[in-house]
C-alpha cells in the first residue's frame, strides 16, 4: 500500500509541475480494468491531473447494464450529443470509469462532474467486477443514476439489492479495517440519493399510479411486494434499497429518437434531433438532480479534486487489497460425520470382495482383473450411496475411491509380481528369428531401404511379440471408479528390449553401409575444394574492390557447389542423407570461408600497398605544388588557393582508384591524406604570416624603438614596464602607428596585421615581456608586503598602567559574576 502511496504522489507532484487545467465536457479514465478484467487499477496521470482542482465538486454517478445508453443519457444531461463516445456495436463501449467535468452548477454551487461507468454484464466480465464498478460509483457519488432500458422488473430489482448490499458490506469492511485513510463518507450509513432511470419507456403505468411521480410510487409498491415473500404485511420501506438509499426516486424517458437510422448511431443525431418528449423529460431530470445535488463531505469540508482523487485511490487500492470477500456458505459441517461412517462401512466390504480376485496359480488377464475390482468398486459405491440415501448428504465418492485405491494398491503389487515370470519367456524368441533375417541383406544400399526393410522386419517379430502380451494387457471395459491396472513396471520395457536388441544388429549391417557412403562424400569434398582453389587462383594477383570481391565470392560459391553436387549426381539419394548437410557444412567452412578469407586478406594486404604507395605519391605532389604558392598574400587568397590545390590532390586519389573507393583502405588513405591537406594549411598560414612579419620589419624597428623611448621616460609610477597587459597593449599600438610607414605594412589587412603583431609580440619582443612580467611580481610582493605591515601597525594595541577591570556574568557559577583583571 505505500508503494501505491508513493507512486501516486510521484504522479501528483509530476501533474503539479505541468499545471495543466482539466477542460470542460472532455471525459479523462480515472480507473481502468486489469488485464484479467477481474479487478481494477488507478489511472495515476488522470488522478495528479484531477488532484490539481481546487475547486467544489459535486459527482453523479451513472451505472447499469452495458449498452442500456449510460453515455448517451450523460450527453443528453449536458444538452451535447458528442461528449461521451456511443457505440453501435454490440460489444461495451466505455472500460473502467471515466470522469468528466462540465459546466452545470449544484444546488450548493458546486462543479458538477459527471461519472460515466462500464456496464455490467458484458462478454467475459465476472460478475464480481460489476459489483465493484456498481461500488466505486456509488460511493464517490453525490447522486447514483441506476439506467436501465424499457421497463423495471424483479430481476433488475433483485441485481440493483445484490449490488447495494456487496458495496455496503465493502463500505463497512473498509472504514473498520483502515479507519485512519478511509474518506469520511465511508462512515454514512446510507447512500446518496438514487434516481432509477427507465430509458424507451413506453407502457403505460397501472391506473393507481398514474399522477405525478407515479413512476416512483409504483416502484415502492412493487418493492413492497418483492420484499413481502411471506405474505405477512410490509411496506416499500422496509426493502434495502429504501434503507440504503436516502432518496429513492424513479424517472422515465420516451424514445430519443424514431427513425431506426437514428437509433442505432444516436451519435450522428444532434440536441435539436431529438423527440420533444425526450427532452422535456431530460430537461426535468436535470432539474430533479442538481436541485438537491451538493458536494460529499471530505475531512469537514466540500470534496474537491484533490480529496476525489485520494478518495478513488483508496477504494481501487482496497478492492486490491480483498476487503471485496464473498459471503461463505452457511451450513455444511454436520453432513461430515454421517459420510465419514458410510464411508468406513464400504471400504471394509471392498476389502472383503477383493481378497476373493485372482486366487488361481497363474496371473489373470489384466481385462479380467480390471473388471472384477470394477465390480466390486461399485457394489462398494452403491453401498456406500444406500447408506446414504435416507439423509440429507451429498456422497462424497471422490474420497471414496482415494481410500478404495489404498487397498487396490496393496493387491496389484501381489498380481505384478505374478507377470513378471510370464513376460520373459517370448523376449528370446522374437531376438533369433529377427537375427536370420537381416544376414539376408546385401550391401551397399540406400539407407532408408535397408531402414525400412530392417523395420518391416522389426514390426513383424514385435507384432508376434506383443500379440501376446497385448491379449494379456489390454484393460478392458473404461474404469469409471477408480484406477485401472496396467502391466507392472519393468527395469526395462520388454517391448523396448526386445526394439533394442533388433536395432543393434541392424545397426552393425547399417553401419557397414555408412562406410560406403562416406567414400561418395569425401569424393564430392575434393572436387569442390579444387573448384575453389582453381578459381581464386586466376585472381590470385588482382586488387579487387569491396563490390567487385562480392561477385568474386558469389562466382566460387557457385562453382564450389557446383562440383559438389556433380559428385554425388549419380546417387541422388545421399542428397538427402543428413551426411549431405554434415559434408556440406564442411565445405562452406574449410573449403570455401576459409580459403575466401585467405584470400581477402592478402587481397587487403595488397590494397594496403597500393593505396600506401598512391598515398605518398599524393604527398610528394602536394608538397612540391605547395612550395609554389605565392606568399605573402592575404589570408582569403592563400586559403582559395590551398583549397583549390587540396582539391586537385583529393582528385588525384579518387580517379586513380575508383573501383577501389568501396573499400577501407581506400577510406583510412583519404583520411590521412584529409589530416596532411589540413597540416599543410596550417603551416602555408603560419608560413605566410611569418613573411609578412619579415616584410614588415621596418615597422617592427620602428615600433620597438618607441618601447624603448617609453621604458626610458617611465618612473616609478609608470605601468609600462611594470603592467603586462599595459604593454602588450602599447607595443600593439606602436606596431599599428608604424606599419603605415612600410610599404607591406600598408597592404596588410587588420585582421592579419593582428597576428603579425602577436608573431611579433611572442618571439621578437619575448625578452622585454619577460622582463615586464619580472616587475610585476615584485611590485605586487612589494605592495603587499606594505599592506601587511600597515594593518600590523594599526592593528596593533595601545598599553597603559592601569590595570583594566572587566566584569562578566557568567551562569555556569551558580549564577554569581565573575570579577577579574586585564591589562593590554
Known amino acids: 500500500m505505500r508503494l501505491g502511496v508513493v507512486r501516486f504522489w510521484a504522479a501528483l507532484g509530476a501533474g503539479l509541475l505541468s499545471h495543466a487545467d482539466i477542460e470542460v465536457n472532455v471525459p479523462f479514465q480515472v480507473v481502468r480494468p486489469s488485464p484479467n478484467h477481474s479487478s481494477m487499477v488507478p489511472v495515476l496521470d488522470s488522478l495528479a491531473r484531477l488532484a490539481q482542482h481546487e475547486g467544489r465538486i459535486a459527482v453523479v454517478s451513472v451505472v447499469g447494464p452495458y449498452h442500456s445508453g449510460k453515455s448517451f443519457l450523460l450527453n443528453a444531461l449536458l444538452g451535447n450529443t458528442q461528449v461521451f463516445p456511443v457505440g453501435r456495436r454490440t460489444t461495451p463501449e466505455t472500460m473502467g470509469i471515466w470522469l468528466c467535468r462540465t459546466n452545470l452548477q449544484a444546488q450548493d454551487g458546486s462543479e458538477v462532474w459527471l461519472v460515466d461507468s462500464e456496464g455490467f454484464f458484458g462478454p467475459g466480465v465476472d460478475e464480481s467486477y460489476d459489483a465493484k464498478i456498481f461500488t466505486v460509483a456509488s460511493l464517490v457519488g453525490g447522486h447514483l443514476v441506476y439506467n436501465t432500458v424499457k421497463i423495471i422488473d424483479q430481476q433488475a430489482v433483485n441485481l440493483l439489492e445484490m449490488l447495494a448490499r456487496r458495496a455496503q458490506l465493502f463500505r ?56 413481502n415473500s411471506e405474505g405477512t404485511k410490509s411496506s416499500s420501506d422496509d426493502h434495502i434499497l429504501s434503507k440504503l438509499y436516502s432518496d429513492l426516486k424513479v424517472h422515465t424517458l420516451f424514445l430519443p429518437a424514431t427513425k431506426q437510422s437514428q437509433l442505432q448511431d444516436l451519435s450522428q443525431v444532434s440536441w435539436e434531433q431529438l423527440t420533444p418528449e425526450f427532452q422535456s423529460e431530460i430537461a426535468s431530470l436535470r432539474a430533479r438532480i442538481l436541485g438537491r445535488l451538493e458536494a460529499r463531505r471530505f475531512e469537514g469540508s466540500p470534496m474537491t479534486g484533490k480529496t476525489l482523487a485520494r478518495s478513488l485511490r483508496f477504494i481501487v487500492q482496497a478492492l486490491q487489497r480483498g476487503m471485496f470477500h464473498e459471503l461463505p456458505s452457511l451450513w455444511a459441517t454436520w453432513t461430515t460425520q454421517v459420510a465419514d461412517m458410510s464411508m468406513r462401512d464400504s471400504v471394509s466390504w471392498f476389502a472383503s470382495l477383493l481378497s476373493g480376485i485372482d486366487a488361481m496359480e497363474d496371473p489373470i488377464p489384466i481385462r479380467d482383473f480390471n473388471a472384477e475390482v470394477e465390480a466390486a468398486r461399485e457394489r462398494s459405491a452403491r453401498f456406500y450411496t444406500e447408506l446414504l440415501r435416507d439423509f440429507d448428504v451429498s456422497p462424497d465418492l471422490a474420497g471414496l475411491r482415494k481410500r478404495l485405491d489404498t487397498h487396490f494398491q496393496q493387491k496389484l503389487m501381489a498380481y505384478h509380481e505374478r507377470i513378471h515370470r510370464w513376460v520373459s519367456e517370448l523376449i528370446l524368441e522374437a531376438k533369433e528369428n529377427f537375427a536370420k533375417l537381416l544376414a539376408s541383406f546385401e550391401l551397399p544400399i540406400d539407407p532408408d531401404v535397408i531402414k525400412k526393410r530392417g523395420e518391416s522386419a522389426s514390426k513383424t517379430a514385435l507384432a508376434a511379440f506383443s500379440s501376446s502380451i497385448g491379449a494379456f494387457a489390454q484393460r478392458g471395459a473404461r474404469v469409471s471408479h477408480g484406477k485401472a491396472a496396467e502391466m507392472p513396471a519393468f527395469t526395462v520395457d520388454p517391448v523396448a528390449q526386445l526394439t533394442n536388441d533388433l536395432r543393434s544388429l541392424q545397426g552393425n549391417r547399417e553401419l557397414e553401409n555408412e562406410r560406403e557412403i562416406l567414400q561418395f562424400f569425401k569424393h564430392a569434398v575434393a ?61 562452406q567452412t574449410e573449403s570455401f570461408e576459409s580459403r575466401m578469407a585467405r584470400f581477402a586478406a592478402a587481397n587487403e594486404q595488397r590494397l594496403t600497398a597500393h593505396f600506401r604507395t598512391t598515398l605518398e605519391r599524393c604527398i610528394s605532389t602536394y608538397k612540391a605544388r605547395k612550395a609554389n604558392l605565392a606568399m605573402p598574400a592575404s589570408e582569403n587568397d592563400l586559403d582559395a588557393e590551398h583549397r583549390q590545390l587540396s582539391s586537385s590532390i583529393r582528385e588525384l586519389l579518387e580517379e586513380r582508384d575508383k573501383d577501389l573507393a568501396d573499400t577501407e583502405a581506400f577510406k583510412a588513405s583519404l583520411r590521412s591524406l584529409l589530416n596532411i591537406l589540413e597540416d599543410g594549411h596550417r603551416h602555408a598560414r603560419q608560413k605566410n604570416i611569418e613573411l609578412w612579419k619579415v616584410h614588415s620589419d621596418e615597422a617592427t624597428l620602428c615600433a620597438k624603438r618607441a618601447n624603448q623611448a617609453l621604458e626610458r621616460q617611465c618612473g616609478l609610477f609608470c605601468f609600462f614596464n611594470k603592467v603586462p597587459q599595459v604593454h602588450k597593449s602599447t607595443s600593439q599600438k606602436h606596431l599599428a602607428s608604424c606599419m603605415p610607414r612600410s610599404g607591406a605594412g600598408a597592404r596588410m589587412s587588420p585582421s592579419m596585421q593582428l597576428q603579425v603583431f602577436e608573431n611579433w609580440y611572442t618571439k621578437d619582443l619575448a625578452h622585454d615581456n619577460a622582463a615586464v612580467w619580472f616587475n610585476f611580481y615584485i611590485v605586487s610582493a612589494l605592495v603587499g608586503l606594505g599592506m601587511l605591515l600597515f594593518c600590523g601597525v594599526c592593528l596593533r594595541p595601545q598599553q597603559s598602567g592601569v590595570p583594566y577591570q572587566y566584569q562578566v556574568s557568567s551562569p555556569t557559577y551558580g549564577g554569581g559574576d565573575y570579577v577579574g583583571t586585564g591589562r593590554w
Request: net charge neutral; hydrophobic share 40%; glycine share 2%.
Open 527 to 587: 572436387a569442390a575444394d579444387e573448384a575453389v582453389d582453381s578459381e581464386l587462383k586466376v585472381n590470385s594477383n588482382r586488387i579487387l574492390g569491396s563490390g567487385r570481391m562480392k561477385d568474386l565470392q558469389n562466382v566460387v560459391s557457385s562453382k564450389c557447389w557446383q562440383a559438389f553436387d556433380e559428385r554425388l549426381a549419380k546417387a541422388k539419394w545421399m542428397m538427402l542423407l543428413p551426411h549431405y548437410k554434415t559434408h556440406k557444412a564442411l565445405v
Open 172 to 227: 463497512t469492511r473498509s472504514s473498520a479495517e483502515d479507519d485512519q485513510e478511509a474518506p469520511e463518507f465511508l462512515s454514512v450509513r446510507s447512500f446518496p440519493p438514487l434516481t432509477w432511470v427507465v430509458e424507451d419507456f413506453v407502457q403505460e403505468l397501472p391506473p393507481q399510479h398514474r399522477h405525478v411521480d407515479g413512476a416512483t410510487a409504483w416502484l415502492k409498491s412493487y418493492l413492497a411486494k418483492v420484499n
